[in-house]
């Protein structure tokens, strides 16, 4: 029971929510099955015939007329005739292959998107992907040379327009956007280990439950539970109302029992994945996960200081040829007892992010993040390539974080394979050149930028390019003025850089040293230009590097959650991509610093489910793919 908007919220076993007084005037008319998922429950709302209070509960605050009258009854459990019909789904055979998937049936993409492969130059107003440039000042001295000379590459993806809301009493929530949109493979392999047994179960299913809602219904959806062993509980199904119906009523049916092995969990998640007949444009695995996998991996040794967790990925998620991580797995890291040196490790070598759950209510917040993101995929396959315009210039580096990239052996050209962007993401990146002294010219030409892509929907491959980047050469400079933008993300990678080193201390015993990195980068920060501009970025570093900081208190703070807690971090900022984790900071458990419209969105409407009223009943209803159309109401 829980305080909510002046009545009381009963929640489920099953982890659905609803008023009290509605859901007891069910239960009195004999109905004992969860009115959303259909879950027959051992434990029901009750009114009780009299007003007195209950021991124990004056001092909750609840209204009387709920709080007063409010018990809860367990039901005897059901004959053993029905108790076989619990779970069983897990009953039935797998087959030998996974080429079971439920069939697309997906409509052309739309005319205003196709018109062939397309090249485009300037600023591309308009299309799929922007690029803007930024040298680290505009003009310098022509009679000097300049080594480690920076220049920013900032890349954004389109945004996606929302429809006017249609309802009054929701105009103070943002709506999702209704456009066409890549439809998604998702798999989702989940730990239902003993560990997980009670509320950590329940809040897994109660997050199923909102996923599996808001998959549109050209989105497929296949779920792998996994424990001592892993099984698939459906195929592909695509999330119409009855795909939908079938999934709630598999995930409902889990039982937590056994050990941790993952590896298992995402051989048949990827599996799922390698068999399927047909393909939606978007791919992507999630994995959950409260414990250590005790099967595959074995702990450090002295032979072996880090455990091999690649063991943990089967060969079509890592592979060797490094091709663009064509299915990423997001890892998300339950409580203090996760292994997030190995949920790490997963997201890192597939081209995925990983998140810390801290708190058990937070998952379906940061599940909602995750898919807000994955249901908003408009460029695909996205390679950015640099080239250097005067003859005697050369690439130094080329920093994108964990993105793999090249320098050619000319030294001229270079090569970042960035894969998938959300609508509105962005990404930066910074290439590092020598300048030459110029005699008499007025410009020196730096470097040419260009992007080539895959439109989702179209399938279609898209060039372009940015304006040439020129330095203004003077006869003699005043002092320089450093671009803010430039500045700002060389912060971002300092910082970045100093929590790798604080983790690699950390992890050999040194807390008292790798908080002493930590406080140094901050004080470096507090000196740069954008810190004197009281930039966003720079005051939200300054801030998680202090929280980094607290986390290694002692050896048992770090263990229970600064690891996980700066393996996030390293995760966001390696990939430019929001994740979510426990930070005190701002009271918040999601880094914002990379968040989209698409993702706040979603979050909005998770937060908005847990209210339990009509309005966010409403709410629960698909991300519409392309090709279908709201339904009327």
Known sequence: MKQGGGHAIFTAECSHSFHFHCISSNVKHGNQLCPV?????????????????????????????????????????????????????????????????????????????????KIAAGHNAGKIVDIKTYPEVSAASRSNSYNNFTVLVHLKAGATVARENPRGNLASLPQLSQTPRAPV??????????????TKLALLKRAMGFVIQNLGSNDRLSVIAFSSTARRLFSLHRMSDAGRQHALQAVNSLVANGGTNIAEGLRKGAKVME??????????????????????????????????????????????????????????????????????????????????????????????????GLLSVVVQELQVGVECMHPSIHLGSLKAGSYPSRVMADTRSGFIDVGDLYADEERDFLVSINVPAESSMNQTSLLKVRCAYRDPLTKEMTTLESAEIKLERLEISGEAVVSIEVDRQRNRLQAAEAMSQARTVAERGDLAGAASILENCRRLL??????????????????????????????HVYEASGRAYILSGLSSHSWQRATARGDSTDGSSLVQSYQTPS???????????????????RLVQPLWSFGSQPKPR
């Open 275 to 372: 068999e399927r007949r047909e393909k939606n444009p978007v791919a992507s695995i999630i994995l959950l996960s409260d414990g250590q996998d005790t099967y595959t991996v074995s702990g450090s040794s002295g032979n072996q200081p880090q455990p091999n967790y690649q063991l943990l990925l089967p060969l079509s998620i890592h592979g060797s040829d490094n091709a663009g991580f064509q299915i990423p797995v997001h890892a998300f890291g339950f409580g203090a007892d996760h292994d997030a040196s190995s949920m790490h490790s997963i997201s890192e070598i597939s081209g995925g992010t990983f998140s810390f759950i801290e708190t058990e209510a937070v998952i379906q917040d940061a599940f909602a993040q995750c898919i807000g």
């Open 37 to 117: 998922c259909r879950a027959k429950w051992k434990e029901i709302p009750f009114q009780a015939p009299t007003l007195d209070p209950l021991p124990g509960r004056a001092s909750v605050g609840w209204p009387q007329t709920d709080a007063m009258m409010t018990v809860v009854h367990r039901l005897p459990p059901p004959p053993r005739r029905d108790r076989r019909h619990v779970v069983p789904l897990l009953q039935v055979p797998e087959p030998s292959v996974f080429n079971d998937d439920e069939s697309l049936d997906l409509q052309p993409a739309f005319a205003e998107r196709s018109s062939g492969n």
């Open 526 to 555: 507090s000196e740069t230009v954008s810190a004197k501009s009281h930039d966003r970025l720079c005051i939200a570093l300054d801030a998680e590097l202090k929280e980094m900081q607290e986390r290694m208190a002692s050896r």
């Open 185 to 198: 493979d998702l798999v989702t392999v989940l730990d239902i280990s003993g560990s997980m047994a009670g």
């Open 599 to 617: 993702m706040t969105e979603m979050l909005t409407r998770s937060q908005a489910t847990f209210l339990g009223s009509p309005s966010a009943q």
